[in-house]
């Protein structure tokens, strides 16, 4: 970062990261130690934005208020999580990223325990910035520390975990929880998860190694926001990032409409549409974890571009050809399973090329994901009343393929660092 010597900017990946000269090699006994508090943390950071609302019927009687409230309080954390997600990157390469992931894990305990010990919707309300900032903390810490202490098949593999966690969390996690809570109550299951998010604390401090000692600066606002000045002029990065808008757009735009359109033009019920989405969830957990194979030898970047493609071909297959409901839901999961290995691709070439920190890059990429998501379901909602389903089948596989042609088009540099990583 020779170009910003007066400023207190993260340094670039893999080079004097809090946790450089820490890289295991596969398999070690480090790696089994940081994987799985990785994963645990992502599966909990997920799970405490998505287990709230199936149990809204519940809570709203016995916090007298209502159900769209409770929900105005899940936006609440989503914002805050989206604001706060740009803060928390800096400071994560700036004071370390073990740290923050303990801060991360302990701010989902408390927003929790929060919930689950509520008596009244006004105290529920307050708990938000714990969860917004624990939720921004976990879901993107895991996937840059991921970036920064593993290489090569490790990284990818690393990060195909943590992604992986997060998938599991809404298909598996939801459904128990739940079930669970018939028998115990809805305040049960929160005090259970704060508890488990303490527990997954004590396991990261302890799993992860020591952030390196060294005298951050002083912690400025225009330091945080100079962290991505770099990202900012780096044009491979923001193709990288463009693609994740782009690509997101497109799967989100689906996903907002398809439980509809099951509804309507195929005329299924209630659980059969839960059903369905639990398929197409099942299928993006395998493709997580597929991400961090080899998959034949092939460049990530072609992995990548040639899963945004087929992503955008099925989705478009799925909306705009008459099938039955087999077909449509067959097509559903495979295009989940190959959007995640895109997904998880563009995360370790991001994690490979970043000229900032690790955690400053995902943070933003996390906001920008957002931000591809409510332009996909702004888009949908557009194409769906111009011209109906067709209209949206058409439309929407238009996104996957502008993202295919921003991650098929690198600088000369990113080639030759990939062809380097890879050979």
């Not at 991921?146 to 195909?160: D, L």
């Not at 951050?216 to 990202?231: D, G, I, S």
């Not at 808008?245 to 509804?263: M, P």
């Not at 058409?394 to 088009?409: C, D, I, K």
Request: charge should be positive; proline fraction near 7%; include cysteine.
């Amino acid at each position: 970062m020779d170009r910003y010597p007066a400023e207190s900017v993260p340094v670039p990946l893999g080079a004097s990261s809090p946790l450089v000269g820490q890289v295991p090699t596969s398999g070690c006994p480090a790696e089994r130690r940081v994987l799985p508090a990785l994963c645990v943390a992502s599966f909990l950071g997920t799970l405490s934005f998505v287990a709230p609302a199936p149990f809204f019927p519940e809570m709203a009687p016995d916090l007298d208020t209502s159900v769209p409230l409770l929900g105005q309080v899940v936006t609440v954390v989503l914002l805050l999580g989206s604001v706060l997600g740009l803060a928390v990157g800096p400071l994560a390469d700036e004071y370390g990223h073990r740290r923050l992931m303990v801060i991360g894990m302990v701010a989902v305990a408390v927003a929790m325990l929060g919930v689950g010990l509520a008596p009244s919707y006004a105290v529920l309300l307050a708990t938000s910035p714990a969860g917004g900032l624990g939720g921004a903390t976990v879901v993107a810490l895991p996937p840059a520390i991921a970036g920064i202490y593993f290489t090569g098949a490790a990284r990818r593999r690393a990060i195909g975990w943590t992604v992986a966690a997060m998938a599991v969390a809404a298909i598996g996690g939801v459904p128990v929880l739940t079930a669970i809570g018939e028998g115990v109550g809805w305040r049960a299951v929160f005090v259970g998860i704060g508890l488990a998010a303490l527990g997954a604390a004590w396991l990261v401090g302890t799993a992860l190694p020591r952030d390196t000692k060294r005298a951050p600066a002083p912690l400025r606002v225009r330091a945080l926001l100079a962290a991505y000045r770099p990202l900012l002029r780096h044009r491979p990065t923001l193709r990288l990032f463009g693609a994740t808008a782009l690509r997101t757009a497109c799967w989100i735009g689906l996903l907002t409409y398809f439980g509809a359109f099951l509804k309507e033009e195929l005329g299924l019920g209630p659980r059969q549409v839960g059903v369905a989405y639990m398929v197409g969830g099942a299928g993006y957990c395998l493709g997580s974890v597929a991400a961090g194979s080899r998959l034949g030898g092939l460049p990530l970047r072609t992995v990548v571009a040639a899963s945004n493609a087929a992503m955008g071909l099925l989705v478009g297959l799925i909306v705009a050809l008459p099938l039955g409901p087999v077909a449509t839901v067959a097509l559903l999961s495979l295009a989940a399973f190959v959007g995640a290995i895109g997904s998880g691709g563009l995360t370790a070439l991001l994690a490979e090329e970043t000229p900032a920190g690790a955690a400053t890059t995902m943070g933003l990429n996390g906001a920008i994901f957002s931000l591809g998501a409510a332009g996909g379901s702004a888009a949908g909602g557009l194409l769906l009343a111009v011209g109906g389903y067709d209209t949206l089948g058409l439309g929407l596989p238009v996104f996957a393929l502008a993202s295919t042609l921003l991650v098929w088009q690198p600088s000369r540099s990113a080639i030759t660092a990939e062809n380097a990583a890879d050979g």
